[in-house]
DNA sequence: CATATCTTCCAAACCGGTTCGGATTGCTTT
DNA sequence: AAAGCAATCCGAACCGGTTTGGAAGATATG
């Protein structure tokens, strides 16, 4: 059942059932209803690819995964990503996921040039994002998950992390910690660079040493938190408090600690970032931890949003936002042992 | 630079820049050429959308994700997806992701309807999968990861969990172990039901028995594997051998042994499946894990791959495939110790 | 009553490709 | 020389929507 169809069988022109469906103002209210309850009826629903063509507009969002990386193995990202597509479908839009074996770079040039995508998504920014720039050249719109130092003007949104870095340490030195170490994810992430500064600022607002050899940064895995938290355990001044940039470095932390003979909460104090997977609850480690919350499902959502928004006509410089997280006090961050 | 100006620049027909750049055959080869050298120099892509108008493909394969499902925080699923679409990409085709928050039903019928996609990806198969019946009802073609015992016949790829629980189960009882445990993901999926088959198969062969206390299903997760371990290493006659289902529940299950007191190979022997993700390698673990291996991320590939042929016209019928697991000895699999 | 305005609808053009049905040219056949 | 044929190319129709620029009739205004 297409346009023409429906349109006979009511008697009327296209033009006139088109505009009864998407709500323009110059069609009878009694039409309008009889079109829509045909439309009903008979299950039409436009055709995608012609109202692509005829509108310009594509409706979908885009993402494009870096071929070789293990980005997709990252359940954040993959959380990030079912938030994106059901924000998306919630505006009536798609998601287009572009996977391109010869590179990133390439995958943005196709799809700027198919005209493929209406807007680009962007998460996992770097420090110094040259995509940012590649994208404003291709002339495509972008909304990103975080935000960079540089001086472009683009829609994002970002979580305040190091705001919640921040809040952390200063609990913990709060509690009477000296040693805190920062278990931080790629140093290359914007976000991390974020964590390092909060960390840095919390540190001398107590009057604190942020000597390197307490900040680590790697891969948001298990693994790296155990072997970075072994590492810190075995310095000659080991940190009696870690704070950890997500909940899988916490997980590889923990284990660490417990290999170490030690007892989180009473020798040694750990807070996680928590993005609000349901794999991995807080709640479920032993003893519960204490963490720095913000679902990056509802940021997902939230920027499909946004980029609707942006397609909308919406002015960009609007459309960014920053995220505070939430402290949430468990039972892993206590008072350090007495010495 | 649209085909109509392409074709003005070059003092040709839009038929025949059509024709050249899609390879028909009665276009002179010299002309061909200066199409195609135009067209790079150009920079010109066809439009996507006017394309599958005109064609009536849309390039795109479809995947839905249920909404309020933790899907895609399973890593797994997302190492599969980023499978497909770079086996998509490879193809020139693109992945179309739905996430509904009316259920996954609707989005089926949406996209159906809509005419969106060429062929429909099913990823975690239920045991008896209503979701085959709904999409061939629709119309709609399907690939899918994993099969199920009906008898609608469809294109798949599945990967023989059935076999790799049966040779390890074999490996485990020629070692000499008799009480052997399976760790199994959620009950409903069809693999979770095939490693059963398996499970059940090798132990009658070796004359052991499959007690019921010795199978566990539940989420693929660490926490999971944890729970499931302690519960059956303090049963009256707990197992000596684990069989996992995947590398989270057996990251769960070596912590639990762990805690118990016990060292894997020696006490305890553990066997997983290892679906190739970057972020869990058996090696990282202490032993080394014994695996049974079938790359997700490869799966996703070749679905791709067979989701094209399909909309090329290749019989569904021949566009099955069940790929066999490797058996990878490391340390974790030992004879139990004497009694 | 003539004119202006508003409401409601439509025919036709357009988006940018693909493809059907010739048209033209040059080369073999008979 | 006429007919047949292959190689090349083109005009126009088509895919299924949206949108422009009226047109017809009803209502308001002077």
Redesign the interface.
Known sequence: MNLRELAQHLGLSKTTVSRALNGFSEVNEETRLRVVEAARRF?Y??????K??ATGE?G?FGVV?P?AS??????V???F??G???G???CGR????????DGEEA?YR?LA????VDVMILANLKVDDLRIRLLSHLGLQTVTCGRTAGSLIYPHLDVDHEDGVRRAVELLAGLGHRTIALVSGPADLSASEQRMVGWHAALSHHGLAAAAHLFTAG?S???HGYRATRTLLGAPTPPTAFVCASM?LA?GCC?AIGDCGLKIGRDVSVIAHDDG?????PE?FEPALTTTFSSIRAAGVRIAELAAQLVGGADPADLSEVWAVDLIFRDSAQAPPRR
């Open positions: 299950n629903t436009p055709n995608v690819s012609a692509r063509l594509t979908a995964l071929g293990a980005e997709m193995a990252d359940p990202f993959g959380e990503l079912a994106l597509a059901d998306a479908g919630r798609d998601l287009y996921v572009n996977a391109t074996f995958g196709r040039r198919a005209k493929a891969p895995t298990e693994g899988f997980s284990r997977l349901a794999t991995v609850r479920a």
